[in-house]
């Protein structure tokens, strides 16, 4: 099991589990991340950060405040820190898929290096910028459809800037993550759906929205 720190609470977390996380404030980012990281670092786990470059330099310098030697986690290959939104882009855009096949090599290569669970925390707010809500819907199903219920060795926690999204995609995020972390509290989800249903239902959407030939 993998604790979760949200306000100096602890939560136990079992991988496979796919969260989300509503900040209003920057520094919510690295109180949630930062300690997942280095309990992750401290277990034998890999850890991977992707959120813009001030919110990787506070992640290292809170690692290195809990006595985390940073850059030989780096070399071991046990840490990733991704500043740059490209590496995780595919033709400079937002794509579900390519995010989500991502997360499946990452997994993959943590197994094959001998790590016994892989700890990813994005900052969506910062990578998804100028994605669709339905993008942003079809990524978290897809990763929580895979993620959960095919059991992956992988805990992620997804992070949004509340105040930058709609109050409807707010509502339907919840509906896909069994677990959500608003403010300083951990919130587990008594509404949550299917998510392999819950994608189908965004496909046929889709499909309905498309204008029909001739």
């Not at 100096?8 to 997942?36: D, M, S, V, W």
């Not at 986690?73 to 579900?96: H, N, T, W, Y």
């Not at 499946?104 to 969506?124: H, N, P, Y």
């Not at 990578?127 to 895979?146: M, T, W």
């Amino acid at each position: 099991m993998i604790e979760l720190e949200v306000g100096g609470k602890r939560e136990k977390i079992r991988p496979g589990l796919h969260i989300c996380q509503f900040y209003n404030q920057a520094g919510e980012i690295i109180h949630t991340a930062a300690p997942l990281m280095r309990d992750g670092l401290r277990a034998r786990d890999k850890c991977f950060f992707a959120a813009a470059p001030a919110r990787i330099e506070e992640v290292r310098k809170s690692l290195r405040a809990a006595h985390i030697d940073v850059e030989q986690a780096i070399e071991s290959g046990q840490l990733i820190l991704i500043g740059d939104r490209e590496e995780l882009l595919k033709d400079g855009r937002f794509d579900p898929y390519n995010l989500l096949a991502n997360h499946q090599a990452l997994i993959a290569r943590a197994l094959s290096e001998g790590w016994q669970t892989v700890r990813a925390v994005i900052d969506m707010g910062w990578l998804a910028a100028g994605a669709s809500p339905e993008q942003i819907l079809k990524y978290e199903a897809a990763a929580d459809a895979v993620f959960t219920f095919q059991s992956r060795p992988i805990v992620a926690l997804l992070q949004y800037n509340y105040a930058e999204l709609p109050g409807e995609l707010v509502v339907e995020l919840l509906k896909i993550h069994p677990i959500a972390v608003v403010g300083k509290f951990i919130k587990r989800n008594p509404y949550y759906v299917d998510a392999e249903e819950y994608m189908v239902k965004i496909i046929r959407r889709g499909q309905g929205r498309r204008p029909r030939a001739g």
